[in-house]
């Protein structure tokens, strides 16, 4: 079992940044692709980006005015966490975050991540 607990999120103006932090505990975190989701009132919970559990591979949503290139994600195995950095935020990134860890390789579906955090809110003003 792997538990993920997300921080970081908040009110920010348009433009600004934040950055979520997810700590995982439970099992060894090293050995866990981890992703962000985010999911917005009314709409289907979506791939942010993810990194994986071995290597330096991540991987971004590439979705027209998706987040590439204004959202970094980075894991840091000694502290058991992975971190989503957001720059240039814009009103439409305004979502519940969460994070996510799956011991299989691949995939960008909500369905291919076994574990789940609670959500962190992250609200941008225009």
């Known amino acids: 079992q792997v538990q993920l607990i997300e921080s970081g999120g908040g009110l920010v103006q348009a433009g600004g940044s934040l950055r979520l932090s997810c700590a995982a505990s439970?099992?060894?975190?090293?050995?866990?692709?981890m992703g962000w989701f985010r999911q917005a009132p009314g709409k289907e919970r979506e791939f942010v980006a993810a990194?994986?559990?071995?290597?330096?591979?991540?991987?971004?949503?590439d979705y027209v005015d998706s987040v590439k290139g204004r959202f970094t994600i980075s894991r840091d195995n000694a502290k058991n966490t992975v971190y989503l950095q957001m720059n240039n935020l814009k009103p439409e990134d305004t979502a519940v975050y969460y994070c996510?860890?799956?011991?299989?390789?691949?995939?960008?579906?909500?369905?291919?991540?076994?574990?789940w955090g609670q959500g962190t809110q992250v609200t941008v003003s225009s």
């Open positions: 439970g099992r060894t975190f090293s050995n866990y692709r």
């Open positions: 990194h994986s559990w071995s290597g330096g591979n991540t991987y971004y949503a």
């Open positions: 996510a860890a799956d011991s299989r390789s691949g995939g960008q579906s909500p369905y291919d991540y076994n574990y």
